[in-house]
């Protein structure tokens, strides 16, 4: 492959049948190729759109004069790089937010393919801040339901027990235990505490909350592992990531209740070059350590997908909305993200951690 190269062009036998460089200039995502003397080879209808400048334009130009180096981005050679929402200043002096990817290519050294993902059309993995803020309601909320609420179900409680024991008497307590129960899941978005972090090899936790489930709410499903051995130490806290995993486990256990040949998976991976500002203001953390817990379920309904880490949202008729929206404040108090995602084929549902290794 040479720089300018025209792209492969349809296999004369394959008539009717769309050939590479209309595959190429439709896919649903700016792409551009960098060749190894670092300028731009091709680049598709959308990056065109999206850089405002033609493909007979850029091509041969150095990329640097197309998309500016990005700040904070940090990568070796010959390893993938993603930024997610981040500002990028086009030729012609225009702002663009996009999630941006650089992959190399293989067998050609010194290629690569870049991705932009307009950050306004896509979920964003860094901070959100419609996400945080509903965060911050919640505990409000938590607050004020548990002065509110906990001390009086106290009185009835009592009460309850000392009219004796009957089925009426029975009942309420039952209820009064039930809603105390969901005030206390609630108390957890009220601690504004910071997490104590340390280095920690995952995989123990990742076994400890792997045994958990399959002696109680997972019993009877398959729960594959599928590790990266060379993981490194991640900078987390335990217990936050324990209750994070098994959060996890159960949700995933709930999504393939109904679902003939359930399947579970727990996953890790070391991603090189991923990198997320965690609030506004904050500098870009390199968040490498990944951990996903997917499933053979339908996923989140369509309407819901976007806000599922928002509290009191849920797909479940049953459900509270506050296991997921936990699962976001920990794995923020830890500085990391987690999304949420359809993902392979046959498609599962991917709920992914990315979090910060350890320095040490």
Not at 53 to 58: A, G, I, N, T, V
Not at 81 to 96: C, F, M, Q, R
Not at 172 to 200: C, G, N, W, Y
Not at 340 to 351: F, S
Request: hydrophobic share 45%; net charge neutral; aromatic share 4%.
């Amino acid at each position: 492959m040479r720089r300018g190269a025209s792209l492969p062009q349809p296999d004369p036998r394959r008539r009717g049948r769309p050939g590479f460089s209309e595959l190429f200039a439709a896919l649903p995502v700016a792409v551009v190729v960098v060749d190894a003397g670092n300028r731009i080879a091709h680049a598709n209808a959308l990056a065109e759109q999206l850089l405002n400048l033609s493909e007979r334009l850029m091509v041969g130009q150095p990329l640097a004069a197309i998309l500016p180096p990005l700040a904070d981005a940090r990568t070796q050679d010959g390893q993938a790089l993603a930024v997610y929402d981040t500002e990028i200043t086009t030729s012609h002096g225009g702002k663009i937010r996009v999630d941006f990817a650089e992959t190399p290519i293989a067998d050609y050294p010194g290629w690569r393919v870049i991705t932009l993902h307009s950050a306004s059309n896509s979920r964003r993995l860094g901070h959100s801040v419609d996400r945080a803020a509903g965060a911050r309601a919640a505990v409000g909320a938590a607050a004020m339901l548990a002065h509110e609420i906990k001390n009086p179900l106290s009185g009835i409680r009592g009460a309850a027990q000392l009219l004796g024991p009957d089925e009426l008497t029975t009942l309420i307590v039952t209820e009064v235990d039930r809603i105390a129960a969901l005030i206390d899941r609630m108390q957890d978005f009220s601690d504004t505490r910071p997490l104590p972090l340390a280095s920690e090899n995952i995989y123990p936790l990742l076994a400890h909350a792997r045994r958990l489930a399959l002696a109680g709410f997972a019993r009877g499903i398959v729960i594959e592992e599928r590790f990266d051995p060379s993981l490194p130490p991640a900078h987390i806290n335990r217990d936050a990531l324990l209750q994070i995993v098994i959060n996890l486990l159960k949700n995933a256990r709930e999504a393939v209740r109904d679902v003939r040949d359930a399947r579970i998976v727990l996953t890790t991976a070391y991603r090189h070059g991923i990198t997320v500002s965690p609030a506004p203001g904050k500098p870009r953390q390199m968040l490498p350590i990944e951990i996903c817990v997917m499933d053979t379920g339908l996923g989140a309904p369509p309407d819901i997908a976007e806000h599922l880490f928002d509290p009191f949202v849920s797909g479940r008729r049953e459900g509270q909305g506050l296991g997921l929206a936990l699962v976001d404040k920990l794995t923020r108090d830890m500085g990391g993200i987690v999304q949420y995602a359809r993902e392979g084929t046959p498609e599962m549902t991917v709920l992914r951690l990315l979090l910060p290794r350890s320095a040490s």
